[in-house]
């Protein structure tokens, strides 16, 4: 077939998630099409997230903490919900959600995967024009494009890690608290160690900078002196590497027409659904999957509009506030976090990182940190 209803171009988190969305029976009437440049689905990458309520995926959550942590210089702040709360940090391997996205797919008539092709362009029209790599090409009413936007300038601020799953041959993890963000000294950017303890004898260790694009530390080396001095480690099997780095800055793709004739729509990280002042993406990359299949769920094709993904307002400005106010002073910014984990119950800092919290509980996370540093910092992003 090469005219289609809906072409989604990347099959990754966001592809997968619309996908899904649209194998769904109030989307059956849509031909949609998948296009995945890569040939096959590996573990690739490990989603972690605080969540607050059960989602599609949740069976598919690999371990759920109620217990966190964060330390800097011998000092720590433990934040804890119920053994029942519905509020817990979780933990997700890309590979099992990649599998549950391709047997949903298979199993919808509707939608389809196309895997080793790559979109090379797309061209505008009445109805949009997807050419590929082998130089054919299909037709659809609406694309929907989750490609990476492009890597980002040498000073844009990244997060940036390696993570490393290791098994050793006796117990040395606590298994039921993850070490969020243990904080090392450093005035190149803010750097921490962060430990998923899957078990006592099972976990990922990831050194993440928080840094310029063009910082590249030693990461193998972070990690294996990390193990060494923290655990007491020097042998123990490696059985599963990943590294990434997630542009904090990057400008969101938007396909906007005055028109309104628009029917393109960027996905995922290209759409802006990566917070900067956390790098999780993936809880609101799934929320926004549900917003554009309900878009399509009730009224005819020709009627259907999908506006653009747009973040709150007010978490974008906070945030841009939050990472001027680290990138200003280094050195101190390890407090400014032990600061709000000590200063407010868990509920309320996890409301406040994963977005849409109350005005109260805005204001509970502020006034834990330094008035007149983040006072300079807002005025800086709003004098540009
Ligand atoms: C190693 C790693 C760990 C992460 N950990 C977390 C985490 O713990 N929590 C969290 O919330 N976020 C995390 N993120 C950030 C974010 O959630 C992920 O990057 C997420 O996968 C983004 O989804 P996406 O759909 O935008 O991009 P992707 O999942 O990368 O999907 C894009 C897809 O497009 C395909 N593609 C690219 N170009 C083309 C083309 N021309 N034609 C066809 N296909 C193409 C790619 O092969 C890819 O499959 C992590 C990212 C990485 C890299």
Redesign the pocket.
């Known amino acids: 077939m090469t005219e289609w209803d809906v072409v989604i ?7 997968l ?1 619309l996908a899904v969305e649209l194998a769904q029976p109030e989307c059956a009437h849509l031909r949609v099409l998948v ?4 040939t096959e689905y590996l573990r ?6 605080w969540s607050t309520q059960p989602h599609r995926y949740s069976a598919l959550e690999r371990k759920r903490w109620h217990k966190w942590r964060v330390g800097f210089n011998g000092r720590h702040a433990v934040q804890k919900t119920r053994q029942n709360s519905t509020v817990a940090y979780c ?1 997700m391997d ?1 590979d099992v959600f990649y599998a549950y996205a391709q047997q949903q797919i298979a199993a919808a008539p509707n939608v389809h995967l196309k895997m080793g ?4 362009d797309i061209q505008d029209g009445p109805v949009q024009t997807v050419l590929l ?1 082998d130089n054919t090409s299909l037709r659809s009413h609406w694309v929907m494009d ?3 936007l492009k890597a980002p300038d040498a000073n844009s601020l990244c997060q940036h ?1 390696v ?1 490393w799953e290791i098994v050793t041959s006796s117990d040395c993890f606590d298994d039921s608290t993850v070490e969020l963000m243990d904080f090392q000294s450093t005035n190149t950017g803010l750097h921490f160690l962060y430990v998923l303890p899957y078990g006592k004898r099972q976990a990922l260790i990831e050194t993440t900078w928080m840094s310029a694009y063009a910082h590249r530390p030693d990461y193998e080396a972070e990690l294996q002196t990390y193990l060494q001095d923290r655990y007491g480690l020097t042998t123990y099997k490696r059985v599963y590497r ?5 542009d904090l800055q990057s400008m969101p793709r938007t396909y906007v027409k005055t028109d309104g004739s628009h029917k393109r729509v960027s ?5 802006g ?2 917070r900067s002042s ?8 799934l929320a926004d999957a549900r917003r554009i299949a309900g878009c399509f769920a009730t009224v005819p094709l020709a009627d259907v509009r999908v506006p653009p993904y747009r973040p709150d307002w007010l978490d974008g400005w906070m945030d841009k506030i939050f990472c001027g106010g680290l990138v200003a002073d280094w050195p101190r910014a390890p407090e400014f976090f032990l600061a709000m984990f000590k200063g407010v119950a868990a509920e309320t800092l996890v409301a406040f990182l994963t977005g849409r919290p109350t005005m109260l509980q805005r204001l509970s996370v502020s006034l834990q940190l330094p008035k007149w540093h983040f006072l300079r910092a807002a005025h800086r992003a709003l004098t540009g």
Do not use: M, N
């Open positions: 171009v990347g099959g990754g988190l966001s592809g998630a296009i995945e440049k890569r690739d990458r490990t989603w972690s997230y933990t890309a092709t790559a979109v090379r790599d989750a490609r990476p890690f993570g990943e590294q990434g780095c997630l996905l995922g990280r290209a759409a659904t990566l956390t790098g999780f993406a993936f809880l609101e990359t």
